[in-house]
């Protein structure tokens, strides 16, 4: 794919180093499921173990690239979970090095690429998430390669470019069906352009019809034979499309403003004066009154800020066993209310940057687009391209009435490579005293939190492996919590009220973080916590007689 390496082996590398120290704080080892990648995991085991393609669990992603990127890494030493989390830390940090190159590609400014890069990298959203055998990071990361070509498609016209990137087009498809957005972005940038034929203008849509076509042919072969029971897009995402939409469209978008605005704050302060000292001023009148219109959706988010799942307040990931998630018993470190607050308007100026940002290159657009031809304005294209992808992106995921924090990731980066564009101020020495404190801070949050939760995750399998093989307890007898309930029982929920919803049919065992009432410890299993530091512990129970 043409890609010079020598220009950037140094960024390169310190991303990388990166990395690794970071997975190495982290540890991310043990053979236990983490969030939903239990129900991904159940896949690639009957492939490694029965050599059939199964599913027992209805989900929303397609998901058949990433079992076959993950049986690749289950191929050597056997299925294991801490073989698919080093699957998908490896596509994590592929995707960390597109990234690198498409903003290098779009501004020239390799400095400016590194920091883009090593921002997402110690996003705590990324790095979780690349910890687990979640669909988000690999979906990310292939949809950063298919951008990339697509990329060097706009610039050249190169046949091969094309190809490539309908190829990993399709591969993030297969992962999850929001991929369609790419190739048909593309499409639609390419009909814009001057001078074609009607027929040549058609040719471009191939890479989204042929993307479309490999999904069907995936969701009939899927339904029939494998008898997953997954739809084009999950039904519960289309009865709400049209209830209540502009107020979810609307509160929505302040959610990623608020997180975008949080996690690339450094960058924003380096580009924002500029863009704002070129906005005319009845731009500047619009701009202003934007603001005023959109503040509201930044008050509805901090009424349910952070909106949890992958980072929440204080710590990353979710607690999910029933003293902590149902019993609500258990009482978990959060920020403070002051430390919350000032993360929150970080975030609400950051915003307010962003807007400030996208409102310029529109207005820059504009100008340049009334006086030229697109197919002669490549960086507009580009620019264009990256748009389309996430406005499509956002029309398929904000609907739902379901709205978690790892929905937002991929629209981060997409704000960034629109406005990363524009030049950059010399950068004062006050200012990188204040990035770097700031990249500092959350890095340590992110690693010290992803370590916590994988932790706790290891005190609880050491606390099944205790039941089931030393005590012979059957795992139908055990509340092990979401995931592991998950892993080891599946099929349907509970209905019985006194029992967690999470698949328990007997509860006489459960896992803690406390005691519950009605239970007595039988078994305690210690494990460390980086933040903050201390020594907690995981509990064996068993039901009182």
């Known amino acids: 794919m043409m890609l010079n390496f020598r220009n950037h ?6 991303l990388t180093v990166a990395w690794l120290s970071m997975i190495a704080i982290a540890n991310p080892v043990g053979n236990f499921p983490l969030n939903d990648d239990w129900m991904y995991a159940r896949s690639v085991y009957y492939l490694i173990t ?38 998908t830390l490896v596509l994590g940090l592929i995707g960390i090095y597109f990234f690198y190159f498409l903003v290098n590609n779009l501004t020239q400014n390799r400095v400016l690429a590194f920091f883009s890069a090593l921002l997402i990298l110690v996003n705590p959203l990324y790095f979780s998430l690349s910890s687990s055998f979640m669909t988000d990071v690999p979906f990310l990361s292939l949809v950063m ?3 990339f070509c697509f990329f ?14 309908t190829v990993f087009s399709i591969l993030a498809t297969l992962i999850r069906q929001l991929g369609i957005v790419i190739p048909l972005a593309y ?8 001078g074609q034929a009607a027929k040549q203008k058609i040719k ?5 019809i042929l993307t479309v076509l490999v999904l069907m042919i995936a969701l009939i072969w899927l339904n029939n034979v494998v008898h997953s029971g997954i739809h084009f897009f999950q039904s519960g995402s289309i009865r709400p499309l049209f209830k209540s939409i502009i107020p979810k469209f609307y509160i929505r978008t302040g959610y990623v403003l608020i997180y975008s605005g949080i996690f690339l704050f450094p960058l924003l302060l380096s580009i924002t004066r500029k863009s704002f000292k070129r906005l005319s001023f009845i731009n500047r009148k619009a701009l202003a009154v934007f603001v005023i219109c959109i503040i509201p959706s930044f008050v509805c988010v901090y009424n349910k800020f952070p909106c949890n799942n992958a980072v929440n307040n204080g710590f990353i990931g979710p607690h999910l066993l029933r003293d902590a998630y149902v019993l609500h018993v258990l009482e978990l470190y959060t920020f403070p209310p002051l430390v919350l607050l000032t993360i929150f308007l970080f975030g609400a100026v950051g915003a307010v940057m962003i807007i400030i940002n996208l409102w310029s290159v529109g207005e820059i657009f504009f100008k340049e687009y009334k006086n030229r031809s697109l197919s002669t304005l490549t960086i507009n294209s580009r620019l264009l391209f990256i748009t389309l992808c996430l406005v499509g992106y956002s029309v398929l995921i904000f609907p739902p009435d379901l ?20 030049e950059i101020e010399r950068v004062k020495a006050p200012f990188l005293v204040f990035a770097a404190i700031y990249i500092s801070v959350i890095t340590l949050f992110t690693t010290l939190s992803t370590h916590d939760w994988l932790e706790w995750n290891r005190a609880r399998l050491s606390g099944v492996n205790y039941l089931t093989q030393k005590m012979r307890i059957s795992a139908d007898k055990i509340d092990a919590g979401y995931e592991q309930n998950g892993w080891l029982l599946g099929g349907e929920f509970s209905k019985h009220t006194d029992k967690t919803w999470w698949f328990v049919d007997d509860n006489e065992y459960m896992l803690a973080f406390r005691n519950v009432p009605g239970y007595q410890m039988i078994k305690e299993f210690k494990y460390t916590n980086y933040f903050p530091c201390e020594q907690r512990s995981l509990l064996v129970l068993q039901k009182r007689k």
């Open 145 to 147: 390669i298919a951008m």
């Open 50 to 87: 029965q050599g059939q393609y199964k599913v027992t669990e209805s989900y929303s992603p397609v998901l058949i690239t990433q079992v076959g990127w993950g049986t690749l890494f289950c191929c050597v030493k056997g299925f294991s979970f801490t073989s698919l989390r080093i699957s």
């Open 152 to 165: 060097r498609a706009i610039q050249t016209h190169q046949r091969k470019y094309i190809i490539i990137a």
């Open 204 to 208: 471009h849509f191939i890479p989204f």
């Open 187 to 194: 499409a639609m940038v390419c009909w814009l352009e001057n």
């Open 403 to 422: 709205y978690i924090d790892r929905y937002i990731l991929p629209c981060i980066p997409l704000i960034w490579m629109i406005i990363c564009t524009r």
């Open 9 to 14: 082996y140094l960024f390169l590398g310190f």
